[in-house]
């Protein structure tokens, strides 16, 4: 049977594979030792959610590149429109000259944008470069030089991005001194409370440290540029800021001439049951970073901002690559999928695997928490449900686990795993990964 036309697993050898083994071994002799690889998957080919790896073995993608392949590997609608354009014009830098695709894409992520105000896009490769492109359009407008962001954040790897990031030690470690100028705030967790109790108060909790400690001890908040919130958190645990959150957010930057920055390079088309995730709140950030699932696998970002914020003048920010025209077309054939179905599937799939483990608290002992909205649902591993231990190394043993019976899954946070599969899945793929995690979840819990 060929890859096109199989949704499940399909393992011919043990795993790694025997070519599988001998690629690994020299990947370690030339790649950067600096990635993390959870499980020795060598992939060859991809289709939906089903990856073949170089020994013919196929598994089910739960994690979609890091949530970037929304509309499953190798889409044809994707691979038919980087195609065509591949064969008429590879590269033309935005920065030097004009292109339709630029202006068309830019027309569509600007009419999907929360709020009915104009805005403006910029276009860059990465996450962590639409990261970079809000933070240094946040000091050009506002003229401030300050930034709040979150524990448990992640924003990126580059300098600047990296600064606001807060997710692990060792993103950070020998890296410093990092950009002055930035503080950290707690993220309201309503499994474990904001301060480790009282998880019914975790927003007011949070709000009340930035307005009653932060502003009043570390920075005057007429000195901030603006504030970068993940709507829910990515490597933090993929944990969701309740609406009052936001809502209570959006209040204190509109008080004070802040930009609010939602940072959706993870949660953003479509992944959430919505365009964005900051669209469950009803909030309109001021800038909106998107990357990953904008098209398909290519490399782009957009920064997404209100036309009066983007007022930097020619020359202050560009990127050679940003905008590509094969990638631009990536791009309008996904958004043309996502609209058309995969986000609408997106919401039915989380509901129904939400359903379908409703029931997984009371069954599993070391289940502590599951949350998630959409097609970004997360899995907390506990030693204890009472005392909410973490159990980092159960949740690895899981994922090790899922990797032997054919399902890729990752990890999030401390001691979460993370569900992100393309927005493509069926509810036959959904329920085997559910069985799966299920049976292996079990495994763990006779090992203790």
């Given at each position: 049977?060929?890859?096109a036309?199989?949704?499940l697993?399909?393992?011919?050898?043990?795993?790694?594979?025997?070519?599988?083994?001998?690629?690994?071994?020299?990947?370690?002799k030339?790649?950067?030792?600096?990635?993390?690889?959870?499980?020795?998957?060598?992939?060859?080919?991809?289709?939906?959610?089903?990856?073949?790896?170089v020994?013919?073995?196929?598994?089910?993608?739960?994690?979609?590149?890091?949530?970037?392949?929304?509309?499953?590997?190798?889409?044809?609608d994707?691979?038919?429109?980087i195609?065509?354009?591949?064969?008429?014009?590879?590269?033309?830098?935005?920065?030097?000259?004009?292109?339709?695709?630029?202006?068309?894409l830019?027309?569509?992520?600007?009419?999907?944008?929360?709020?009915?105000?104009a805005?403006?896009?910029?276009?860059?490769?990465?996450?962590t470069e639409?990261?970079?492109?809000?933070?240094?359009?946040?000091?050009?407008?506002?003229?401030?030089?300050?930034?709040?962001a979150?524990?448990?954040s992640?924003?990126?790897?580059?300098?600047?991005?990296?600064?606001?990031?807060?997710?692990?030690?060792?993103?950070?470690?020998?890296?410093?001194?990092?950009l002055?100028?930035?503080?950290?705030?707690?993220?309201?967790?309503?499994?474990?409370?904001?301060?480790?109790?009282?998880?019914?108060?975790?927003?007011?909790?949070a709000?009340?440290?930035?307005?009653?400690d932060?502003?009043?001890?570390?920075?005057d908040?007429?000195?901030i540029?603006?504030?970068?919130?993940?709507?829910?958190?990515?490597e933090?645990?993929?944990?969701?800021?309740?609406?009052?959150f936001?809502?209570?957010?959006?209040?204190?930057?509109?008080?004070?001439?802040?930009?609010?920055?939602?940072d959706?390079?993870?949660?953003?088309?479509?992944?959430?049951?919505k365009?964005?995730?900051?669209?469950?709140?009803?909030?309109?950030?001021?800038?909106?970073?998107?990357?990953?699932?904008i098209?398909?696998?290519?490399?782009?970002?957009?920064?997404?901002?209100?036309?009066?914020?983007m007022?930097?003048?020619?020359?202050?920010?560009?990127?050679?690559?940003?905008?590509?025209?094969?990638?631009?077309?990536?791009?309008?054939?996904?958004?043309?999928?996502?609209?058309?179905?995969?986000i609408?599937?997106?919401?039915?799939?989380?509901?129904?695997?939400?359903?379908?483990?409703?029931?997984?608290?009371?069954?599993?002992?070391?289940?502590?928490?599951?949350?998630?909205?959409?097609?970004?649902?997360?899995?907390?591993?506990?030693?204890?449900?009472?005392?909410?231990?973490?159990?980092?190394?159960?949740?690895d043993?899981?994922?090790?686990?899922?990797?032997?019976?054919?399902?890729?899954?990752?990890?999030?946070?401390?001691?979460?795993?993370?569900l992100?599969?393309?927005?493509?899945?069926?509810?036959?793929q959904?329920?085997?990964?559910?069985?799966?995690?299920?049976?292996?979840?079990?495994?763990?819990?006779?090992?203790?």
């Amino acid at each position: 049977m060929q890859i096109a036309e199989r949704k499940l697993p399909h393992l011919v050898t043990a795993l790694p594979g025997p070519k599988a083994k001998q690629i690994v071994k020299r990947d370690h002799k030339v790649v950067s030792p600096s990635y993390t690889r959870d499980y020795p998957l060598v992939a060859k080919a991809g289709r939906g959610a089903v990856v073949e790896d170089v020994d013919g073995n196929t598994f089910l993608d739960f994690a979609a590149g890091i949530a970037v392949v929304a509309t499953g590997h190798c889409h044809p609608d994707v691979v038919a429109a980087i195609q065509k354009q591949a064969a008429e014009l590879i590269h033309m830098s935005c920065t030097d000259f004009y292109y339709s695709g630029t202006v068309e894409l830019a027309e569509k992520l600007a009419s999907i944008a929360p709020g009915k105000g104009a805005k403006r896009v910029y276009f860059g490769n990465s996450g962590t470069e639409a990261i970079e492109a809000a933070m240094k359009l946040a000091r050009y407008h506002t003229k401030r030089d300050i930034f709040i962001a979150f524990h448990g954040s992640f924003h990126g790897r580059t300098m600047g991005s990296l600064s606001l990031t807060a997710s692990k030690a060792v993103q950070r470690r020998h890296f410093g001194p990092l950009l002055a100028g930035v503080f950290h705030a707690p993220y309201p967790n309503t499994y474990r409370g904001t301060f480790g109790t009282r998880p019914e108060h975790a927003a007011a909790d949070a709000l009340s440290y930035i307005e009653n400690d932060l502003f009043k001890r570390i920075a005057d908040p007429e000195e901030i540029a603006a504030i970068f919130v993940e709507p829910i958190q990515g490597e933090g645990g993929y944990l969701a800021a309740p609406a009052e959150f936001l809502k209570g957010l959006e209040r204190i930057c509109r008080k004070h001439g802040i930009l609010l920055v939602a940072d959706e390079v993870q949660s953003g088309m479509g992944r959430t049951g919505k365009w964005w995730a900051v669209n469950h709140a009803g909030i309109e950030p001021d800038i909106i970073c998107t990357a990953k699932g904008i098209a398909s696998g290519m490399p782009l970002c957009a920064m997404i901002a209100k036309v009066d914020v983007m007022d930097w003048k020619p020359g202050a920010h560009a990127s050679t690559f940003g905008g590509n025209p094969v990638s631009i077309a990536a791009a309008l054939a996904t958004i043309s999928l996502l609209e058309r179905s995969a986000i609408a599937n997106a919401a039915r799939m989380g509901d129904f695997i939400l359903r379908q483990t409703a029931g997984w608290r009371e069954r599993h002992k070391i289940v502590g928490d599951i949350r998630g909205k959409g097609l970004m649902i997360g899995i907390e591993f506990v030693r204890d449900q009472k005392t909410k231990e973490r159990a980092p190394d159960l949740r690895d043993r899981i994922i090790q686990s899922a990797f032997r019976k054919g399902l890729l899954v990752l990890g999030a946070g401390e001691n979460s795993l993370r569900l992100a599969p393309p927005l493509v899945i069926d509810e036959e793929q959904a329920d085997f990964a559910i069985r799966t995690l299920d049976a292996c979840i079990s495994e763990a819990e006779r090992s203790i």
